[in-house]
């Protein structure tokens, strides 16, 4: 990248990949990427090649979360720097065969943009997740899809955390973007869903050909929601849950909670109210993948970035 009279000049983006089944039994981008490696004719742009791919094959044959580990988590530098060998997990393995085919991760050769599909239980709609605040190509891309999709609402979830290090199958790329679509059962194909994650990839797509065709896409302020913290569920001293969602919270993703707001309700009807130091807005309620990772919600924090003027150099 390089910058020019207030104008960030980017290469074009020529090798675009989409990634579904980075979680085997999400199964909205299973299909669509299925669909697409039969035909991929709905996903091609003019001088861009884009590669619709299977992360964890064995996951979708088994239609699981993953095999050994998730490979959602896998791509750490100790990973893919790792000797290779059967001996290593089957998702950590992957991981390195991923970072080879569409990195290596942080090197000039790597992919320009990875999407990577995911679908949630939690009541998030399409939510377009960010992995760094200062990706101008990637904020100029979301706001063009909000504009795109409106009225209907995107939401933008921004991972930069300095504790929270995701490590993600989609950060091989120049520039990672995550789709998060729901809710949806784990195992189920939804149509509603389907369609909604299948025109944000439109929108998507578009933006990169008419941003490698040399249309130069001015300032512009994006609204984000910044990851703060992760909430547990209550546990006694064994470590077992004892109490759920409250009622008033569940599928409110993106809304606000209040310092004295419901939080959670025990298993004999006791309130566990929010306390917090000020207004935050939970996503990822009551996601079913999250039990294991002892997380009932995310919370976060409302933010507006600035993009700066992009085009190609």
Known sequence: ????????????ARRVAIFGGTHGNEMSGVTLVNLWIQNGKEIQRKGVETK???????????????????????????????????????EVQRAQQINEIFGPKGSPEAYDVIFDLHNTT?????????????????LQMMHYIKKAIAPDSCPVLL???P????STSRSVAKHPIGLEVGPQPQGVLRSNIFESMRVVLKHALDFIELFNEGLEF??????????????????????NIIAMVHPNLQDCDWEPLNPGDPMFQTFDGTTIRYE??????????????????????????????????????
């Open 1 to 12: 990248m390089t910058s020019s009279t207030n104008v960030s000049c980017f290469h074009g």
């Open 52 to 90: 619709p791919f299977i992360t964890n094959p064995r996951a979708v044959e088994k239609c699981t979360r993953y095999v050994d580990t998730d490979l959602n988590r896998a791509f750490t530098t100790e990973n893919l720097s790792a000797p290779s060998g059967d001996d290593l997990p089957y």
């Open 122 to 138: 939690s009541n998030m709609g399409c939510t377009l997740i960010l992995e760094s605040s200062k990706d101008h190509f990637n």
């Open 159 to 161: 991972t930069e955390h």
């Open 163 to 166: 504790l929270l290090k995701y």
């Open 218 to 239: 001015p300032p512009c302020t994006v609204d984000v929601f910044r990851v703060s913290e992760k909430m547990d569920y209550p546990r006694d001293t064994n470590g």
């Open 276 to 313: 917090g130091a000020g207004t935050v807005y939970p996503t990822f309620i009551n996601e079913a993948a999250y039990y294991e990772k002892q997380q009932a919600f995310v919370t976060t924090r409302r933010e507006t970035l600035a993009a700066g003027a992009i085009k190609k150099a």
